[in-house]
């Protein structure tokens, strides 16, 4: 079990740059989420996948974010014209639809810092 | 947004203690989960309880789900100076919701030895 993986851990980048963050599930999984999490705060669910389809986009999701999952395998967040109020731990989380389980795995996070 | 309140926002207690924490939420549940958050090892997921339960153990883990009051509380027995991190409790509603999380703002939990 390799575990769920994120990159980068951390990016700093200018405000009114494009950044993106790709999240490699477990591989047997077949959803994958992202959440949002600021300091202090418990994370905040923004997108989930089942396979490849995007299934549910939380509100928070400006039309600034987007996510992709290209062939149900790994995903990608693209932020553009970042804002300081993205400044954030991003993290991604993936399961496995068998009955009743609904442990999620959760990635390290990518910490992001608009300056 | 934030499902609810966790109690306390933060524990500090010496080792060999028990730690309680404590979460409301405000919507129908399918099921209640708790996970750990340290800088070494992130989100870790502890124990699932289900709508229909009412206690579940794992360990030294002791967690109990009150639907009509919409709380649940973590017991953590014997506590060690490795449970430091803050817990978070998080709720799926099930249905079109599948396993979406949302979790409560967290107690942060110091365990001295």
């Known amino acids: 079990d390799t575990g769920v993986s994120q990159d980068p851990r951390h990016k700093i980048t200018k405000r009114g740059q494009n950044v993106t963050f790709r999240c490699d599930p477990i591989?047997?999984?077949?959803?994958l989420y992202w959440y949002r999490q600021t300091l202090g705060q418990g994370p905040e669910f923004l997108t989930y996948f089942q396979n490849e389809a995007q299934l549910e986009k939380s509100r928070l999701l400006s039309d600034r974010f987007s996510a992709e999952r290209p062939k149900g395998s790994f995903s990608t967040l693209e932020i553009q014209r970042t804002e300081q109020g993205d400044s954030a731990m991003y993290l991604c989380a993936s399961d496995l639809t068998m009955g009743d389980k609904y442990e999620q795995y959760f990635g390290p996070g990518t910490r992001l810092t608009v300056t | 947004s934030q499902q609810g309140e966790e109690d306390p926002q933060a524990l500090s207690i010496q080792e060999g203690e028990n730690a309680t924490m404590n979460c409301s939420y405000k919507?129908?549940?399918?099921?209640l989960q708790w996970y750990r958050q340290n800088s070494g090892r992130g989100l870790v997921h502890l124990i699932l309880i289900r709508s229909n339960e009412r206690e579940k153990h794992s360990g030294r883990l002791r967690v109990t789900l009150d639907t009509s009051k919409k709380s649940s509380s973590l017991l953590i027995t014997a506590s060690r100076a490795a449970d430091t991190a803050s817990y978070f409790c998080a709720t799926n509603a099930g249905g079109t919701s599948y396993g979406k999380l949302t979790f409560g703002q967290g107690t942060i939990l110091t365990v001295h030895p």
């Open positions: 591989s047997e999984h077949n959803r």
């Open positions: 919507t129908s549940i399918n099921n």
